[in-house]
């Protein structure tokens, strides 16, 4: 009688073979899964559309009623006319730069984020899916309320010193830039976020250091101060949704650029941890 220790290692038939390459298959982490995974959360999560909700209602808002309290005679006629219409997006980013911060600093205060990174172990696809589909998301949203809300009020305006059109010089350009520079603020938000890894500590980061910082600077009697503060990120972002560039702006290329590697740089700072400290 032969035990079974005896017995020869039975080799797997080419159909386990297959089964097992696709089971590793079905299981093996890509970009397009991290992607989907990312999305899925955000969608999924209540403070997402509340957020957003609350942004396009806040610039839809305040853009009509702007367009329906204006007079010709009122002094104003020297503002821009995005600039004027768009008003509201200084309440539309504050939502949107809070959400940002919750994407990221919200996963640390609930412990999700250890799932997320026992799910990639290489971590970095985590943070970079996060910011291409937030990125995506508040950009699609902002602008399709910008460009809503300047032709709503618009109509409103057309009979005023305020009146003007998409195909007009700059103001095609300063819509798209209104709804750029929304984005790129709000993912400077979400890098601080992954950076901070606190919902309270990155907001006041935010506020302290991107809205509060500039304008105390703008107080030191500097030109080359007064010159740098024009590319820090409220000032480009405010450079983008102009029509016609104010004396002292920066231009519109160099606004761009600045807040993209403002972007960068807090998405840069937040990978460099991530790689480095534990969840």
Known sequence: MTTAAGRPARLPTPHQHQHQHQHQHQ?????????RSEWHKLRSLRSSWIT????SALVLAIGLVMGATYTSDGGDSDVD??????????????????????????????GLIRASLTAVPRRL????????????TVFVVMFTTDLLTFVAAQLLL???DQAASLGDPGVFRAVVGN??????????ALGLGAL????????????GGVMVLPEILTMLPYDAVQSAVTYFPTQAAGALGSATPLPGEAPVGGA???LCLWAAAALGSAALLLRRRDA
């Open 27 to 35: 299981h093996r982490v890509t970009a397009t899964r991290v992607l």
């Open 52 to 55: 957003l909700v609350s942004a």
């Open 81 to 110: 006319p995005v600039v004027l219409v768009l008003y509201g997006s200084v309440l539309g980013t504050l939502c949107t730069v809070v959400l940002g911060v919750l994407v990221t600093a919200g996963e640390y205060s609930t």
């Open 125 to 136: 696809p985590v943070l970079w899916a996060k910011a291409a589909v937030f990125t995506v």
């Open 158 to 160: 057309h009979e005023t």
């Open 179 to 188: 709804s750029v520079g929304i984005t790129l603020l709000s993912v400077i």
């Open 196 to 207: 901070i890894r606190s919902v309270p500590g990155a907001i006041g980061a935010f506020i």
């Open 256 to 258: 761009l650029l600045a």
